[in-house]
């Protein structure tokens, strides 16, 4: 891979449910470091989307070539790619009957091979960074929402990826939980992590994207700047979204 390849490639990507097609001629480059923030209405393919790049959904044509290894060709590596891609659910998907500590441990104990001593330093590591180090011996119900979250982002980190995707990660949340999610995000874009989030949080994309993709009925219809995206947007589509949402 050349240095200035996308670190992300996504060529003439479509999928279909039965005859629906969820995804039209994707085309989408996304570099090492950048922040892309995708917006849309409900419906548009958007989880569709950051779920074809790591894999959790297949593709019925294109081409997604992830840190130059063809996702979808013959002998891809599952399991290292997604070592390569962290994801951040709406719900978290904790494992609910493991300790916060064992949720952050178990993955690079199993799939990385990291000696149990390695990988609980590097969890400790990682709950201090999302401030949720004194909860390392508790259970995902004992926390909030925003805690889970936090701990949900920490186990995605634990694998040491150079990707993270989050979908709509704050919007299971109540209100006054947002935030604190939202902070750790921030700190993770600001130490150079390459990343994908699909948000309604506009704050949050004018702030922290390098670019905004909006998508409608499967396809990409704008990339721009957040700057250029919330002042002057281009797409009739877009210009009818950001009128019901601002
Ligand atoms: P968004 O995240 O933008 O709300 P999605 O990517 O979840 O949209 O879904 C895009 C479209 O694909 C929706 O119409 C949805 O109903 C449909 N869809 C998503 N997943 C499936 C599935 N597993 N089976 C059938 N239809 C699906
Ligand atoms: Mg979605």
Redesign the pocket.
Known sequence: MNAADPIIRLQQINKF??T?R??ADVSLDIRSGEKVVVL????????????TINRL?SIDSGTIIVDGHNLYGEGADINRIRMEVGMVFQNFNLFRHKSVLDNLTLAPIKLKMMGRAQAEELAMSLLDKVGMRDRAHHFPVQLSGGQQQRVAIARALAMEPKIMLF??PTSALDPEMINEVLEVMVALAREGMTMVV?THEMGFAREVADTVVF?DA?AIVEVAPPQAFFTTPQNPRSQLFLKQIL
């Open positions: 449910f039965g629906f969820a995804l849309g209405p409900s419906g548009s393919g958007k989880s569709t989307l950051l779920r959904e979908d709509e699909v998508m499967g």
